[in-house]
Structures are given as C-alpha cells and as structure tokens.
C-alpha cells in the first residue's frame, strides 16, 4: 500500500495547538483518499494504514507531552476522527476506539495504573486495539496466584492484528465484578480470527478473538486496589466517550459521501436530457439537493462539536462527575447520536441521485459510504437512544449506566 505510506512525518515538527492537529489529520485523510476505493475492495488488513497513523503521530494525540504525546482534549481527537473519516471510514474507526481504548486506563484505573500507561504508550506510539464485546458474556477471570488469566471468546475484537495492545474484559470468577487489562497482543492464549466479513468497515480488524489462558498479573487489573475494585462514577463515562467517537465517524463518513459526490458531479455527471441544462450542476434539483445535504451534516457537526464541549468539562475535572451530570451528558450524547445516524445514512444514500446511474459502478466506490455507515450504526438500536432523550424530556429521567448507555 504505497500511497498509505510516507517517511517524511519524522522529520517534522509536531503539531502544537488543535488546528494544527486537524490539519495534520487532514494531511493523512489526503493520503488515505488516494486509494481508499480499491484498499475498502481487497479487504486487506490496513498495516500500512496504522503505520501512517503512527508516523504521522496521530496515535499519540491524547497523550502527555512530557512523554511525546499531543496533550490534546477530546474535542480535538473526535475533530481528528471525522477528519480521517472523510477519506475512510474503517480507518476514522479504528483511530476513534484506539483513543477510547489510550483513555480506558484513565477512565477506569488508578492514578499510578494510567500515569504509566500513557507514558509507555505515548513514548512507544502504541496502537490499541479491544476485545470488549459487551454482549458476550462467555469470558471468565480466575486467578493464580499474582496472576489473572483470561479464557474464553469475544465476538467482535476491533483492531486485532494491527494493534500492539488489546484491551481484555472478563467477569471475575465466583463474583459479579467485571477486570479490564491492558495486555500485548502477541500475547500467548491470544488468537485473533479472520472472520470479519461484514459489507462495511472492511478495514476495522473486527473480527473474533479467543482468549485461551491469557495471562497478565494482578496489578495490571484497571481500578484494583489490594484486588479490590475503586469505583467512581467516572468510570461510566466510557459509554458516552465512545458513543461520541461514533458520532465523528459517521459524520466524517457523510462529510466524505459528499465532498467525493461534488466532484464525480463537477467532473463526470450528465445533464438530464430532457431537463434543459448543459451541465449537471446547473440542474435546480441537484442544486438543491446538496444545498440540503449541506445543511444538515453542518448542522449535526456543530451538534457534535458542541456536545463534546460539555463532556471535555467532565473529563476536565473527573471527582465531580456526578449521577445527574453523568446522566444529563449521557442524553445529549444520545441525541446526537440518533441524529448524526440519520443524516450519514441520509447523505451516503441520496448522493446517487445527483451523481448518476454510472456513479454506481464499483470503480467508483461511492457506494463504500453508505456501507460503511449501515454497517456500525447497528451497533446499538438507535431507537433507544432517542427513548432516552424521550424520557428524560417527559419524566426527566436520567439513563441509568449500562454498556450502551
């Protein structure tokens, strides 16, 4: 994959101020977009494409600069996401979980647990990926002695094979408690699967992991004290976090759909020959269809960007949250992501109808974005997400906690 490629990132000052991490961003989408059509058609797994984000140094974006990292906030990594969204979708995914997954340690560990691990990760430029399916419950935690050992299977793994670490989640052998660790991937017991095989987010590494006896010591369990767990209510804000990291993806998706349907208009579109007009973008309806399109994607951004506002001040100041803050966030989130859902399949559907029968041809590759939307927005019904935003408007209650809300 040469055009994923590029060794002159290292010779580069990082970028300092978030503008210059979004435009460095849109520097890698530029890169990605040059083959991002035939990369979705063979399938292949994206190495080349996660070695740019490391080279670029996105992957450190969230980390402390004392240790290389970006010292950036989260509003600036979801910009990030969309960014690269627009050129493919897999590859804004995989970014946006990486950022969840360097985040898990601070969300759910002890101050010591994620000081560390975002030293070695950002000095390291550690790609993460999650075997953190909430839906299977088949994967059991029992210990030996200083050790934990992971057995069983999830159904989903994103990141798999181009990550350098993977986050692991079992419940606890005998108890109710759920363990988060952070292991290499190359770990022995762990065995990625290539059983991927959806119509969308090809690139995401997605598919099945087993966990047949892995091992990683007590002291790597996130939250555990004395092999006792430290809740706070902050450690329900992984929910929320990466709902937001879905919402950039799919606008980012969209915002590709259409600036790649703009130019196929612009440059190969045939005027409807029976409508009167020498050009396709002269034509009223098409005029009016991406002026509407428009004004929906900016509107649902400016949604997006305002959310993930709120929720930087709850990162900012993590002992505060409280149950009514949590909750209060958790149905904005909510609502933008039931409606950042509708525009991107909205948009990823209807640029056909101003490109043109011949824009369906699989050269095109136009039909990767509403693929790759469809796809992941059912990952959870978005008809509970508006029934949150529902109930708290009508009874004013808040979402109760859960792994998908």
């Known amino acids: 994959m040469s055009t994923a490629t590029n060794t002159d990132w290292q010779t580069r000052p990082a970028p300092e101020t978030a503008q210059d991490w979004i435009a460095r961003a849109a520097e890698v989408a530029a890169v990605l977009a040059t083959d991002a059509a035939a990369r979705d058609h063979a399938g292949a797994t994206p190495y080349a494409e996660v070695q740019l984000l490391k080279d670029s140094g996105l992957v450190t974006l969230l980390g402390p600069t004392a240790h290389g990292g970006g010292g950036q906030d989260w509003p600036t990594a979801y910009r990030v996401v969309r960014e690269i969204a627009k050129a493919d979708g897999s590859i804004g995914q995989l970014l946006g979980y990486h950022y969840l997954w360097f985040w898990a340690a601070r969300l759910v560990g002890t ?52 990550s350098d670490v993977t986050v692991l989640e079992g419940v606890l052998n005998g108890t109710d408690s759920h363990v988060f660790a952070i292991v290499p991937s190359d770990s022995e017991g762990l065995t990625f699967h290539d059983d991927w095989d ?87 309806y098409v ?21 993930a506002a709120e929720g930087q001040k709850l990162h900012d100041d993590p002992d505060a949250v409280t149950e009514k803050t949590r909750g209060d966030f958790e ?10 859902t509708d525009v ?8 056909f109808e101003v490109t043109g029968a011949r824009s369906t041809a699989t050269s095109e590759g136009l039909d990767r974005f509403w693929r790759n ?24 209650e808040l979402p109760e906690p859960t792994w998908y809300s």
Do not use: C, M
Request: glycine share 10%; no cysteine.
């Open 198 to 284: 959806n119509i969308g987010q090809r690139l995401t590494e997605s598919g099945g992991v087993t966990l047949d006896g892995v091992r990683t010591p007590w002291t790597n369990a996130a939250g555990y004290v004395d092999k006792v767990f430290q809740p706070r209510i902050y450690n329900t804000l992984n929910v929320p976090t990466i709902q937001l990291v879905f919402v950039n993806f799919y606008l980012g998706i969209a915002g590709g759909a259409l600036e790649t349907a703009a130019t196929y208009t612009r440059e190969k579109s045939r005027s409807w020959l029976h409508g009167g007009f020498e050009r396709a973008v002269d034509e009223p």
């Open 344 to 351: 991107a399949l909205e948009i990823s559907s209807r640029i």
């Open 287 to 307: 005029i009016d269809t991406y002026g509407d399109l428009t004004a929906k994607l900016w509107a649902a951004e400016a949604l997006a960007d305002a959310v």
């Open 373 to 396: 939307v469809r796809t992941h927005t059912l990952h959870d019904p978005v008809a509970y997400k508006r029934r949150e935003v529902g109930r708290w408007v009508l009874e004013g």
């Open 111 to 162: 101050r010591e647990q994620w000081e560390h691990v975002e030293a070695e990760a950002s000095r390291g430029r550690w790609f993460f990926g999650g075997a953190v399916n909430p839906r299977d419950q088949d994967v059991v935690v029992t210990e030996d002695g200083d050790d934990l050992v992971f057995t069983g299977r999830k159904t989903f793994s994103t990141g798999s094979k181009v």
């Open 331 to 340: 149905v904005r989130v909510a609502a933008v992501k039931a409606r950042a």
